[in-house]
């Protein structure tokens, strides 16, 4: 056979093969996807609408977490040898979020957290979890329970509709929040996940009403069957890995308070009992009642956290309009000093 042809027949050959690969590559990616197909889609990404991503600096954050202790998890998991995740220190979970300053948990690593005053079970989200992601798609997850007591810990149930045929490298963007649920690190930093209470009610020795600790947990991201871990419908954890470096695993910034045992119970229950909030059918009329002879402080936050209206009321009868707003679920906040409490509504049209 000449030379030339016999080279022209093993690059065809070359070629075949590559384009085999690609095609089996291309097949293996589909039938990871197959089995989530159809499956609820969740809050997107910070900055899209229908995200439940909380702001950093929002003021529906009314305290953050003022200790912090870490059990570090390897730097990779398939290789013990390479040490642990060594970045920032428990110091640096405590506090304001702020994206620079974190504590790396490693593979399977996990932080204890605990609060000035208990986190209450009320309307809407509870609290809120800060990592320091660098881009959308890059998401360094973990799960996240929590205690009244510090010894009994219940996880939130968490769902994953990523693909888990195809690993996601270590530095790979294209993970998607909208298939994300109860998982800390779907948003970008500076924009913390949100949690309530309320999904765990009713669970034995877990009083909703007085959570002293949260736990975060690294989710090992790996795909290979002795290194995964799950998510409540058995479906793998698929996220950036492996990562064998001192940053490894879920980079924990910030736990932030969104309800809490206030100072004064009794200072509230009196507030509450004063005052009353009116929005008859969701309509675009909010009327509040002040009972309490004073001037009251009301604001208004959207479902992300957001301030939309900040108002001064006077005693007796008060109506807001809330025809600027759009459809959707709100918090109206009224407050009399350190007393306050606060109320969903929803904005139907």
Aim: hydrophobic share 40%.
């Amino acid at each position: 056979m000449p030379r030339d042809t016999g080279q022209l027949l093993k690059n065809n050959l070359i070629f075949l093969s590559k384009s085999i690969i690609l095609k089996m590559k291309q097949l293996l990616l589909i039938m990871g996807f197959l089995p989530l197909m159809g499956k609820a889609q969740f809050h997107p990404a910070a900055g899209v609408a229908g995200t439940s991503a909380i702001k950093k600096d929002s003021s529906i954050i009314v305290n953050w977490a003022v200790s912090c202790k870490v059990v570090r998890g390897p730097q990779d998991i398939s290789n013990p040898g390479a040490g642990y995740a060594n970045v920032g220190d428990s110091s640096k979970a405590t506090g304001a979020a702020d994206v620079s300053s974190v504590v790396s948990l490693g593979d399977g690593g996990s932080a204890t957290l605990t609060f000035q005053t208990p986190i209450k079970n009320l309307a809407g989200f509870d609290f809120c979890v800060f990592e320091n992601s660098f881009d959308p798609g890059f998401l360094e997850l973990a799960f996240v329970e929590v205690s009244s007591d510090g010894i009994n810990f219940t996880r939130f149930p968490a769902t994953s509709n990523l693909q888990f045929t195809v690993q996601i490298g270590p530095f790979d963007t294209s993970s998607d929040p909208s298939k994300l649920n109860n998982l800390a690190g779907k948003y970008i930093g500076g924009y913390g996940v949100p949690f309530d209470l309320q999904e765990l009610n009713g669970v034995a020795g877990l009083n909703i009403n007085a959570i002293t600790h949260v736990k975060i947990i690294d989710a090992v991201g790996c795909i290979q069957n002795q290194y995964a871990t799950y998510d409540k419908n058995n479906n793998k954890i698929n996220d950036p890995w492996a990562t064998p470096y001192g940053s490894s695993g879920f980079d924990l910034d910030a736990v932030g308070v969104i309800n809490q045992i206030p100072v004064s119970v009794m200072e509230q229950t009196a507030l509450t009992n004063l005052v009353s909030i009116i929005n008859t059918g969701g309509s675009d009329e909010l009327i509040v009642n002040n009972f309490s002879g004073d001037n009251l402080h009301v604001k208004i936050y959207n479902a992300s956290g957001q301030e939309i209206t900040d108002e001064i009321i006077e005693k007796g009868f008060n109506t807001l309009s809330l025809h600027p707003f759009c459809a959707g679920i709100y918090f109206v906040k009224i407050s009399s000093g350190s007393s306050f409490f606060t109320k969903k509504i929803v904005k139907i049209n």
